[in-house]
């Protein structure tokens, strides 16, 4: 019987191990990566509370799910720049990527010779790559994914004629069209995403989708716009006297000729259609979130993929004037930013400045691959978990010597001719009262400037002398 006994104990205990090892060798496993980017969504998301109408409820259960980062920048107002800055792991100012650039210029600017965008280097690293949609400013340099869904060129579908604007310069435009989710581009990319979850992956994945709404026109099917009542919907905040105290560049960075204007919006009726169309953009975005989401739920992937969110740059739907972005202030520079980590269980929100910038080599801390030494941003593992920063700041950069930091108490800007805005953030969150003119914090500014990058390299391609210059130049800005 004691012989019996025994032999069962042997028997079960080398199931153990052998359970035990299998379940080792599990999470032994590199995680894959699936990276969700947005364009020009600004920080109207459920969970961020910015507005109080945004329908959200699919970033909404991400952010529940992970870590959020209520107080996230990022590195240039402006498309192009942003991403180029966030795949490289290079600031604009060390790059000079300050303007809009082709996917395949950026292989041309000297700072990238020698540099992995975010998917190589998860590639030399054994990962198989994957991308659809708007990743760069376009889609992806060559090479830069192993496979490849391409973007739909434009941001259309576009009725015959604008409903509202036909400003040349701009795709500005605002309504309910098509008439189906399946006409959108967005709608494209995310069932794309989904078929490649559905999918037996050989090795790991890194896998990235670019959703291209609420970037303008504001179209978006009409079901999207039922959501809201127009008429209850919040406007946001405008002072027409915001701009007397701001230096004569801040004004001309910030003035956009070919956008609606916030006076013209509010006399013309506009601002509140303006409002509802962009919350309808950002319901359906999301709704596109949701499918990828579900998707990986419903894959063999869920539980061991990293998810992160995020947005390249925010959006100013009249607060400051007018409509749009490369300006320096929160409303331009404040994104979504979200990671789900795998076998972290404690949801969280993170309230210290953050830059988009730390979003290459966090990938790299949790999937557990080598440092990338070129790396200009921070691991935000010591965020995530649980150590505070009572010194974190964020900066963001809008042509050469033209940048804006922001810390837990400040923002400060300080443009190419010196001219300066401070604002302090504990009595004035929306910043509009600057106070950069008071003697009395001069050592404070002083000590601020410290934090901007000592690095200001030329403009790259397309070539500038000045932030002006380039938008005086540029017929678009996308």
Same mark, same amino acid.
């Given at each position: ?53 945004? &329908? ?63 998917? =190589? ?166 709704? &596109? ?7 990986? =739920? ?17 959006? =100013? ?34 309230? &210290?400045?953050? =830059?988009?910038? #730390? ?29 505070? #920063? ?37 009595? #004035? ?43 005086? &130049? ?5």
């Amino acid at each position: 019987m004691y012989l019996k006994f025994k032999g069962f104990r042997l028997i079960v205990g080398m199931i153990s191990i052998l359970v035990s090892c299998q379940s080792s060798e599990k999470k032994m496993n590199p995680p894959n990566v699936l990276m969700i980017s947005i364009d020009d969504l600004n920080d109207w998301v459920g969970v961020l509370g910015a507005h109080p109408d945004a &329908q959200t409820p699919n970033i909404d259960r991400l952010a529940k799910e992970g870590i959020l980062f209520t107080n996230a920048h990022c590195q240039a107002p402006i498309c192009g720049p942003s991403r180029a800055s966030l795949l490289s792991g290079l600031r604009p100012s060390t790059t000079g990527v300050y303007g809009q650039i082709s996917d395949e210029d950026l292989r041309a600017v000297p700072s990238f010779e020698n540099i992995d965008f975010l998917p =190589e280097y998860f590639k030399k690293n054994g990962y198989k790559t994957l991308g659809v949609g708007k990743i760069f400013h376009g889609h992806a340099p060559k090479g830069v994914f192993q496979h490849s869904g391409g973007r739909i060129k434009g941001f259309g579908p576009k009725p015959t004629k604008p409903f509202k604007w036909n400003q040349k310069g701009t795709s500005t435009d605002w309504g309910a069209f098509p008439q189906h989710d399946s006409l959108m581009n967005d709608y494209s990319y995310a069932q794309w995403t989904k078929k490649e979850l559905q999918k037996k992956h050989d090795q790991p994945f890194f896998m990235a989708v670019g959703l291209i709404r609420p970037h303008v026109p504001w179209y978006a099917p009409k079901k999207w716009f039922d959501q809201y009542d127009v008429d209850k919907i919040a406007l946001p905040q405008y002072d027409p006297d915001d701009f007397n105290d701001l230096p004569e560049i801040a004004k001309r960075i910030a003035y956009k000729g070919m956008m609606p204007t916030t006076d013209w919006a509010i006399e013309s009726g506009e601002w509140r259609n303006i409002v509802h169309a962009y919350l309808a953009c950002i319901s359906f975005v999301d709704h &596109q979130v949701g499918i990828v989401l579900d998707a990986l =739920e419903n894959s063999e992937y869920h539980d061991n993929t990293i998810v992160v969110l995020w947005s390249d740059h925010g959006y =100013e739907i009249g607060e400051k004037g007018s409509f749009g972005k490369h300006t320096l202030w929160s409303e331009s520079t404040k994104v979504p930013l979200i990671f789900k980590i795998p076998d972290f269980k404690s949801p969280k929100s993170i309230d &210290q400045p953050v =830059e988009l910038l #730390d979003l290459y080599p966090t990938l790299l801390d949790y999937a557990k691959l080598p440092k990338n030494p070129l790396n200009e941003g921070k691991s935000l593992r010591s965020f995530i978990e649980g150590n505070a #920063d009572d010194e974190a700041i964020a900066i963001t950069t809008y042509g050469k010597n033209n940048h804006s930091m922001i810390n837990q108490s400040y923002r400060y800007i300080r443009y190419e001719d010196g001219s300066e805005e401070l604002y302090d953030l504990s009595v #004035d969150p929306d910043e509009k009262n600057n106070i950069a003119d008071r003697p009395d914090l001069n050592a404070l500014k002083q000590s601020l400037m410290l934090q901007f990058p000592e690095k200001n390299v030329p403009w790259a391609v397309p070539s500038f002398n000045t932030v002006n210059e380039y938008f005086k &130049q540029t017929s678009t800005i996308k």
